[in-house]
């Protein structure tokens, strides 16, 4: 069993920058793929990162590549998504989730563990 809380999230104006915490509990991260989706009021749960456990390559959402960073920390048992240039169309709840099996990374349904999110509103 794994516990995820995200944390960092908050209001920013368009272009700043705000980094995401999700602090990991009762397994150690390396055993997992760790995830980031987001999801906006009324739409569906999106991708947006993640930070493979068996590779070093990471992988991103064409919306936010270029502008977000996902980085992991074993030793802290923390994954990070650093984002930058924020747009208005950026703001929705972000979750981290966790994943044993390899591939697959967008597919929400695939994954094992979530956390409860955090809010990311960027303003105009």
């Known amino acids: 069993q794994v516990q995820l809380v995200e944390s960092g999230g908050g209001l920013v104006q368009a272009g700043g920058s705000l980094r995401l915490s999700c602090a990991a509990s009762g397994r150690t991260v390396s055993n997992y793929n760790m995830g980031w989706f987001r999801q906006a009021p009324g739409k569906e749960r999106e991708f947006v990162a993640v930070a493979p456990r068996v590779i070093s390559d990471t992988y991103y959402a064409d919306s936010v590549k270029g502008r977000f960073t996902v980085s992991r920390d074993d030793a802290k048992n923390t994954v990070y998504l650093q984002m930058s240039s924020l747009k208005p169309e950026d703001t929705a709840a972000y979750y981290c989730?966790?994943?044993?099996?390899?591939?697959?990374?967008?597919?929400?349904?695939?994954?094992?563990?979530w956390g409860q999110g955090t809010q990311v509103t960027v303003s105009s």
């Open positions: 989730a966790a994943k044993i099996i390899n591939g697959h990374y967008a597919k929400p349904g695939t994954y094992d563990y």
